[in-house]
Every structure is written in C-alpha cells, then in structure tokens.
C-alpha cells in the first residue's frame, strides 16, 4: 500500500476548528492514516512528500445537488440524439465536475446505478455519486416533461418514467426506484424554472402522497429530498417530515419554525439563478437553447428572491441546517460549483469557513455519509490544495488556477504541486 504524506500547509479539517498551520496529512491508500501539525505527526520512512508549504489544504468539496448527466437543451436535437450518445456526453460533464474540487456528489436525478458504480471502479472519472435515479413528479408537473405536441419526451431513456398520482402510484414509484438501487428519494412539490406545463411557485403532490414516499423510503432506511421552490408547496413537504429541502427560496418564518423544529436540511441553490441571467446576456445562442418560459420565470424569482434575502439570514442565524448545493447540470455551473460559496456568504450572512463547513462535515451529514467530509484519520482521502487562503476570500476558490491539487479516495486527479 503507497504511502504519501502532505506537508507545511495551512488546515482548514472541515469542521470549523481553527486551520492548523504547518499541518501534515499522511495518507495510505484510499484513506487518511494521520493528521495533524507537522510537530506531531511523522512523516514515515519511504513515503512520498508532496510540499504544499504557503498553501490551504481542506476537505474536497460536497454537492449535495447536482444534475450529472447529459441532454440536449434544444428539444428537436434531443429527440434525435441516441441514449448512449447521452450517457458518453455525461462522463464529461462528472469529469469537470470532479476537476473543480467537487469529489462527492448527490445526483437529484438522471444518473441510474451504473453511472454510481462506473466512478466507484475506476472507468469513469467523477465524483463519488449518491443517486436518486429518477425525480418523482404528478402528471404534468415539475419533471413531466410532456409537450404541447401532445407527447412525453423520455429525458433520460435508460430510466424509468418519473410520473406518478395518488398514494398508490407514488408508493409503487419508490419501491421501484429504490429496487433499482437508489441511494435517496427525490420528489417534487412545486413546478420549476424548465418544466413546460406548471409555474414554479404552485403546490404539487398532495401531503399524503409525500408522505407514502417518506414512509417508503424510511422502511428501507433512505431519506427523501424534495425539490421545492413556491411556499405553498414547501409548506406541504414540511409537513411531511422530509430529509432536505432542495431550493426552498420562498421560505417564511413559518417554514424556518417547522425546520428548526424537525431538523430538515436546506440546500438552497442560490447561484442558479442569477448566473443563468447573467449567462443569458452574454450568450444570445444559448439563450435560445432555453425554453421559452425560462427567462420569464427566472427574471421573477430573482426579483423575488431579493426580497427573502433578510429572512434567510435570518433562519441561518437562528440555526437551519443548511447544505451546500449548487443544481449544476448539463445546462450550467459545470465545472462551476465553488462559485456557490460567494452566495452563501453574500445571501445567507454565512462567514467563509460556515460556508466550507456546509460543503464538509455537514454536507456528509446531510447525505449520510461518515467516511468523507472531514480531514481526519480513517475517513477517505479527499482533498484539495489550493493557492491562497479561502477563509481571507471564498472567492479563490472560483479560480481553477489556485487549485494545486484535487485528490479523490488517495488518488491525485489533478496535481500541479
């Protein structure tokens, strides 16, 4: 087993402890054997020493929110397009993913098992995936993605249809996902920004059809996450003693109440939509690719999410459990990610080192995960190096440029050291 040790930079562990200056990681195999300040910790006979003196070294980077796989934006080319030639195109999109510091990631729907277990062998270059297979939706709802053709076009073909009614239908829907090797439930309780026949603020999904999916999941000893971006609708998911809230933009002091109360986990996306705005003025071309109704509902939920701005400090001040997630998929962000932390910390009055510690040791908490998330003995080792200190300026870590190394489970994915 090779034998590699990190030495002389400054360690911010992903708890929110202070950094350790002068630190040393030493890592055999996948796996973290020792941690701590070069005084205290040896670097062993024989191993390789990798100097990252004058720079930060912390844990790789949680998405508890990604779309990894690949579609056409342009309806009419989508139908054309084989299913492998989509799967192939999605290895690219998990690749960059991976290669701008993000080395666990929780798939919100798109990536089915194979995808989980190609990255975990070795063939595909990604980061770590916890999949949801399929998100769950009411006939012409958020993932609906009936046309006014009068056709559904299968998003992703290798999955199963997403659509389900009733307590019966949403039931037999998770028990299907979950057979297929889901490692969460994703359900959608409110439109969204793509779909073509709802608006995003109007309630989906009864409260009893969330709950059968909670129930469902829970006897398997799974969570479920909903995607929820209008008040009413979060309303009704609360209700229903979810794991996470995706989005949750239109919170009130109510919503902040019920979570504080029940522990819900917030991943609230925040960079999606001003930088698909900004994205859509310096691009005409991939303006068009969008739906028609996008611009219109995202330009709204901008206006709006102003607004909210105070009341989210507010329930992160008060405690909420918030989780970094970004909503990257084929269309944006790819590659992206970090630029999350700018608004967690601009939006949500979070401190630099709240936000890393909401894509570390607590974004492994929201996902369940106790081996990754923090730079300790035993847990998996990885980690990036980056050129400066974020806790000075999040926004380094925006550029690829400062980021020296990126290491998944012990392996160096990139290495300019």
Known sequence: MATLAITGASLIDGTGRDPVKNATIVIEGERIAAVGPGSMVA???GAQVLDAAGRTVLPGIIDCHVHG??????????????????????????????????TTARDMGGADAGFREAIAEGYVDGPRLLISI???????????????????????????????????????????ILMAGADFVKICATGGITSVTDSWDEPQFTLEEIRVAVAEAAMRRKFVAVHAEGVDGIRTALGA????????????????????????????????????????????????????????????????MQKQIPLWKDA?????????????????????????????????GMTPMEALVSATSRAAECIGRSDVGVLEKGRYADLLVVEGDPLANIRILEERARLKLVMQGGR?????L
Request: net charge positive; with cysteine; proline share 4%.
């Open 134 to 176: 399929a998100m769950i939706s009411q006939t012409g709802g958020h993932g609906d993605a009936w046309v006014p053709a009068g056709l559904r076009v299968q998003k992703r073909a290798w999955l199963p249809s997403p659509i389900a009614d009733g307590v019966d239908e949403v039931r037999r829907l998770v028990r299907h």
């Open 316 to 348: 992160v001040k008060r405690g909420v459990k918030v989780a970094f997630g970004t909503d990257q998929s084929h269309r944006l962000l790819v590659g992206e990610n970090l630029v999350e932390f700018r608004f967690m910390v601009e939006w949500l």
């Open 43 to 45: 670097v062993p006979k």
């Open 69 to 102: 796989t690949y579609r056409a934006r342009d309806m009419r080319q989508h139908l054309l397009n084989a299913p492998t030639y989509n799967v192939l195109r999605s290895t690219a999109i998990l690749r960059e993913t991976l290669a701008c510091g993000v």
């Open 412 to 416: 160096a994915f990139t290495n300019t």
């Open 241 to 304: 003693n979810i794991h996470s809230l995706e989005h949750g933009w239109f919170i009130d002091e109510q919503c902040a109440d019920t979570m504080l109360k029940t522990g819900t986990w917030w991943v609230p996306t925040l960079a999606l939509v001003p930088l698909s705005l900004e994205h859509r003025k310096s691009n005409t071309a991939w303006d068009k690719q969008q739906l028609a109704n996008e611009s219109t509902k995202e330009h709204e939920i901008y206006d709006r």
